[in-house]
């Protein structure tokens, strides 16, 4: 696995949602104008902290959109809906509230802030989709745009789908790590169990088994069944050496 394929993994990139008719009807408010068309919302994070996105219209306090929270070099999905004039006309703006969080140490409680524009919306021929980015810098600009942002024809500044960092990819990666070595160190713990007391640990995995899925017992007599403790040491053992490879190549891969 490269650094191109992990990244793409944790982009959390969604495409276009199915939307039902019900769903459709409800992006019409009671009291739109005729002259009112609306568009869906996306969220985009080029930034290392996660923020939400909401619009509201200054004039206009029912015409809402967004809400969404979008992680770290990810972004969302499709959100409806934010109401826009079929005609643009000069003056026209959005009140955009921005929230995001500050990357703390572990034990330390996150920090929100929260942020408030109101913006032009820019001149357009017909409504387009709007897309709200939170750039590297922390700021936070819209696009309207029926186009992807990997799409040539995309008219932001910044092209393609955010990138990781490399701290990032590493802290992601490092989890993944954290998680063979449990893998390894549990399959120890139950192997040195098993073969200490193997009669308590076999009735204490019957136990679980019988619970979370009893199809794996129908083979034997009961937890003291001889053949079942063997059972379990067979597959700890292989638990142990697939969590030992796993462990062994994340590291030899680590970015």
């Keep these: 696995m490269n650094d191109t394929t992990f990244s793409m993994q944790y982009l959390r990139i969604i495409g276009v949602c199915l939307l039902s008719i ?40 029912s015409n809402i959109g967004g809400g969404e929270t979008i992680d770290r070099y990810g972004a969302g999905g499709t959100m409806c809906c934010y109401s826009l004039p079929k005609k643009w006309r000069p003056g026209l703006k959005v009140k955009l509230d921005t929230t995001h969080w500050l990357n703390l140490k572990p034990a330390d409680n996150l920090k929100e802030v929260r942020e408030s524009h109101v913006v032009d919306i820019p001149s357009y021929a017909k409504p387009g989709e709007i897309w709200v980015l939170r750039q590297s810098d922390g700021k936070s600009t819209m696009v309207m745009s029926n186009f992807q942002p990997d799409h040539p024809n995309w008219p932001g500044r910044i092209k393609g789908w955010p990138i990781p960092s490399l701290e990032y990819r590493r802290e992601r990666w490092d989890l993944q790590i954290k998680d063979a070595q449990l893998g390894v160190d549990t399959a120890k713990a139950l192997l040195f169990d098993l073969k200490k007391n193997p009669t308590e640990e076999s009735k204490d995995a019957w136990s679980y088994a019988l619970e979370h899925h009893p199809e794996s017992l129908k083979v034997f007599s009961g937890y003291d069944d001889k053949r079942y403790a063997e059972y379990l040491k067979k597959d700890y053992e292989i638990w142990r050496s697939e969590s030992s490879d796993r462990l062994n190549e994340l590291k030899d891969q680590r970015p």
């Design 22 to 61: 019900p769903m459709l009807t409800a992006c019409f408010k009671s009291n739109a104008s005729a002259d009112d068309i609306p568009v869906s919302l996306h969220g985009v994070n080029y930034s290392d902290q996660e923020f939400s996105y909401s619009l509201e219209d200054p004039n206009d306090k």
